[in-house]
């Protein structure tokens, strides 16, 4: 599980145009955020997602509670999910559900985060375009979740690091 922040700042990526002609991205330079929280599934690709305006202890323990409920999780069926440490994961007012356990990676290091793979695919709906409003920023996205919620084959592996359990080592590769 992470957090990913979106807003009306573009995100430009490279095209492919004809040879001899100028790439066009419509850019509207505005600085208004919302964050897409993402669960992933490292091995069955399975993923699930809140759009929240902002991010803190309180929304984090609603997300939780949600996704304990979606998945009917409790005494009979756990889940461990990896996360980072920020300051609202490691609150003294976290209310962690039962049927869900925590294992913080160490501080400074996205690149242990399965859920991290998950952002430049989020991102595909808003590259090179520029959202007039978080509105439609918000709609762009929650399309794309619906999206991505239907593509297990293309998210199945991609968290998958041979030091995460489920990974491939090197050696077997």
């Known amino acids: 599980m992470d957090e990913h922040r979106l807003g009306l700042h573009p995100i430009l990526r490279r095209v492919w145009v004809p040879e001899g002609s100028q790439p066009i991205a419509s850019v509207i330079q505005k600085y208004k955020w919302m964050w897409l929280y993402g669960f992933v599934h490292p091995e069955s690709g399975e993923t699930y997602w809140w759009?929240?305006?902002?991010?803190?202890?309180?929304?984090?323990?609603?997300?939780?509670?949600d996704f304990a409920s979606?998945?009917?999780?409790?005494?009979?069926?756990?889940?461990?999910?990896?996360?980072?440490?920020?300051?609202?994961?490691?609150s003294n007012d976290l209310a962690l559900p039962e049927g869900i356990d925590l294992i913080y990676l160490p501080a400074y290091s996205p690149e242990l985060q399965p859920a991290e793979r998950l952002w430049p695919l989020a991102n595909e709906i808003v590259a090179n375009s520029s959202p007039s409003s978080l509105d439609e920023l918000e709609a762009l996205l929650l399309l794309r979740c619906?999206?991505?919620?239907?593509?297990?084959?293309?998210?199945?592996?991609?968290?998958?690091?041979?030091?995460?359990?489920?990974?491939?080592?090197?050696e077997a590769s």
């Not at 759009?51 to 509670?65: H, K, Q």
Request: proline share 5%.
């Open 51 to 65: 759009i929240i305006p902002y991010v803190n202890t309180e929304i984090f323990n609603r997300v939780l509670a």
């Open 146 to 170: 619906q999206e991505l919620m239907k593509q297990h084959d293309l998210i199945s592996g991609l968290p998958l690091f041979c030091h995460f359990p489920g990974g491939r080592s090197l």
């Open 70 to 90: 979606e998945y009917g999780l409790g005494s009979d069926k756990r889940v461990l999910l990896a996360i980072d440490q920020a300051g609202w994961h490691i």
